[in-house]
């Protein structure tokens, strides 16, 4: 049977969210205080953008903008891609490959129900993998 993001992958989640009038210094502290690599930016509720550790790199240190003016709004990713919480872990992995990111919020009804990473995928299909490996040879390795 085909694994899903949710519940295969994400169960329960905790999710930490910023506003597009969010500087990015309180932001990037909020994500070193959750150790997270990315937020889902709302707005009323909606999904209208994310803002990764890429994004810190490439549009604000690498423009030399202050993090402490430069709100979220000014240099997140705007209408991210989103996957549905009945993706297929592959089906996510090859999206986010094709794409070139490493976090993907999941939306439904167009309500945020989290944010996969990579490494969470990475880490399903790896555990998935030796469970089938370990059915195969009688529980031996």
């Not at 506003?19 to 932001?27: C, E, G, L, Y």
């Not at 604000?60 to 891609?81: E, F, K, Y």
């Amino acid at each position: 049977m085909n694994q899903t993001i949710i519940p295969d992958v994400v169960r329960e989640q905790s999710l930490v969210t910023v506003t597009p009038h969010d500087t990015v210094r309180a932001v990037v502290r909020l994500m070193t205080e959750r150790h997270i690599g990315a937020v889902p930016v709302l707005e009323n509720g909606a999904l209208i953008g994310i803002f990764t550790e890429r994004d810190v790199m490439g549009r604000v240190v690498d423009r030399d903008l202050d993090p402490a003016t430069t709100t979220i709004g000014q240099v997140m990713t705007a209408n991210p891609q989103t996957a549905a919480p009945d993706w297929p872990i592959l089906m996510a992995l090859e999206h986010m490959a094709e794409g070139g990111y490493r976090h993907l919020p999941v939306v439904e009804d167009g309500r945020l129900l989290a944010i996969v990473s990579i490494r969470d995928l990475y880490a399903a299909v790896t555990g998935k993998l030796e469970g089938d490996i370990l059915a195969l040879s009688g529980g031996v390795m």
